[in-house]
C-alpha cells in the first residue's frame, strides 16, 4: 500500500521557518522523483519545489528560490521542505507527491502552513 505521510507544518510568525517531512512507504522510493505542492484557499495547487530521484537536481518556483530548500534521504525514504523567512503569502496546505514516468503519480494528505503577520 502507497503511503506519503507529511508532517511538520504549523503556526509560524512570518520571518520563522519550517521544516516539512515527507515519509513514503509501498513503492521503490529512490526511483521516483519528488514534489513539494501547496494550495491555498481558493488558488490553484502550484509546484513550490522538486527533487530529481537521486538529488541530483532540484528546482523551485520564482516566489521560494533562496528561502525554500528541498532535500531527500533515500535510505529514509524522506523527503523534506526546509521554508526560512517565511511571508504570509506563503501560507497553504502543503502536500507531497512522488511522480515515475508515465504514470506513476501517488499524494500525501497534505500538512497546513500558516504564516501570522
Known amino acids: 500500500q502507497v503511503q506519503l505521510v507529511e508532517s511538520g507544518g504549523g503556526l509560524v510568525q512570518s520571518g520563522g521557518s519550517l521544516r516539512l517531512s515527507c515519509v513514503a512507504s509501498g513503492f521503490t522510493f529512490s526511483r521516483y522523483g519528488m514534489g513539494w505542492y501547496r494550495q491555498a484557499p481558493g488558488k490553484e495547487r502550484e509546484l513550490v519545489a522538486f527533487i530529481q530521484s537521486y538529488g541530483g537536481y532540484t528546482s523551485y518556483t520564482e516566489s521560494v528560490k533562496g528561502r525554500f530548500t528541498i532535500s531527500r534521504d533515500n535510505a529514509e525514504n524522506t523527503v523534506y521542505l526546509q521554508m526560512n523567512s517565511l511571508k504570509p503569502e506563503d501560507t497553504a496546505v502543503y502536500y507531497c507527491?512522488?511522480?515515475?514516468?508515465?504514470?506513476?503519480?501517488?499524494w500525501g494528505q497534505g500538512t497546513q502552513v500558516t504564516v501570522s503577520s
Open positions: 507527491q512522488a511522480y515515475r514516468p508515465p504514470s506513476n503519480d501517488y
